[in-house]
């Protein structure tokens, strides 16, 4: 499923990426199936995709 998402405005020392792609982490795989009581779970922290913005304070 797509989800469109507002692009955020990064604040002092962060970025703004626009993800093009996520993978699942195999320490999130237990979660799915039920095993895992962490919560909120927020899957697909690794990810690839293009810095569109940048904050205050960020070089290079």
Same mark, same amino acid.
């Given at each position: 499923?797509? #989800? *469109? =998402? /507002?692009? %955020? *405005?990064? $604040? /002092? +020392?962060? #970025? %703004?990426?626009?993800?093009? =792609?996520?993978?699942?982490?195999?320490?999130? !795989?237990?979660?799915?199936?039920?095993?895992?009581?962490?919560? /909120? !779970?927020?899957? +697909?922290? *690794? !990810?690839? +995709? *293009? =810095?569109? %913005? #940048?904050? %205050?304070? #960020?070089? $290079?």
């Amino acid at each position: 499923m797509d #989800v *469109e =998402i /507002p692009d %955020a *405005e990064p $604040g /002092p +020392g962060e #970025v %703004a990426v626009r993800t093009h =792609i996520s993978g699942l982490c195999t320490s999130e !795989l237990p979660a799915w199936s039920g095993h895992d009581g962490t919560r /909120p !779970l927020r899957p +697909g922290h *690794e !990810l690839s +995709g *293009e =810095i569109t %913005a #940048v904050g %205050a304070g #960020v070089h $290079g």
